[in-house]
């Protein structure tokens, strides 16, 4: 079985602070691992994904994530927040045969002027 | 390429009535999927497809019915609406190799049942 907590449904961060939205992942096989983004009223969109190559993923907007097998972890991080990064955030874990995705609860970034 | 679109993109239905959500894809992707986006549960599968003539349940099947009978389409059928079903739907295709394992989505269907 696969799931994924994301701990934090509310971050709230200045402009230019440190972004680190925290995923942790369970599953009974080797997991792909995503980050996806949805602005108010869009669809989601995705920032990134691991899929056993470079532990450390990078994304788009600067964002990027690092797989950590020891933590069962993804966190996503951003260095400098902008304005523009206030939305909410979905982790995801699938399986090789990418059938089924299953999505974390959410955290929605706030970024504070 | 128009990607995932859906239609309708807001409804209002009452306690029994039916309705299909439905959903396009025009990258010839083999694998669709719906979910519901409630909030605080993020995205749950409800029911997705391999390709066409084969479907599946996923974490929140009861209540939806789907077929497959093209490649392009993957309709959502709701038979009788319960207000538990008010939430936004989100259609999701993806293709091996283009660029692998990377899911696109729809732009949603709100859905409310009174």
């Known amino acids: 079985a696969q799931s994924v907590t994301q701990l934090g449904s509310h971050v709230s961060v200045s402009e230019g602070a440190l972004v680190l939205l925290r995923c942790n992942y369970s599953s009974s096989v080797p997991p792909y691992l995503f980050w996806y983004v949805q602005y108010p009223n869009q669809g989601l969109q995705l920032l990134l994904k691991?899929?056993?190559?470079?532990?450390l993923v990078k994304g788009i907007n600067g964002f990027e994530a690092e797989f950590k097998k020891s933590e069962t972890s993804f966190h996503l991080t951003k260095p400098s927040a902008h304005m523009s990064d206030a939305a909410e955030y979905f982790c995801a874990v699938s399986g090789v045969n990418f059938n089924k995705f299953y999505f974390g609860s959410g955290t929605k970034l706030n970024v504070k002027p | 390429n128009a990607g995932v679109t859906q239609t309708p993109k807001f409804q209002v239905l009452k306690t029994g009535q039916s309705m299909t959500l439905q959903c396009a894809q025009d990258?010839?992707?083999?694998?669709m999927s719906w979910y519901r986006q409630d909030p605080g549960m993020g995205l749950r599968l409800i029911h997705y497809s391999v390709g066409a003539g084969i479907t599946d349940q996923g974490e929140v099947p009861n209540g939806y019915n789907v077929s497959r009978s093209t490649t392009e389409d993957f309709p959502l059928r709701l038979l009788s609406a319960a207000p538990s079903q008010t939430s936004v739907y989100f259609c999701a295709s993806l293709g091996r190799g283009d660029p692998k394992e990377t899911q696109y989505f729809g732009p949603g269907t709100r859905l409310l049942v009174l």
């Open positions: 990258m010839n992707h083999e694998y």
């Open positions: 691991y899929t056993s190559a470079a532990t």
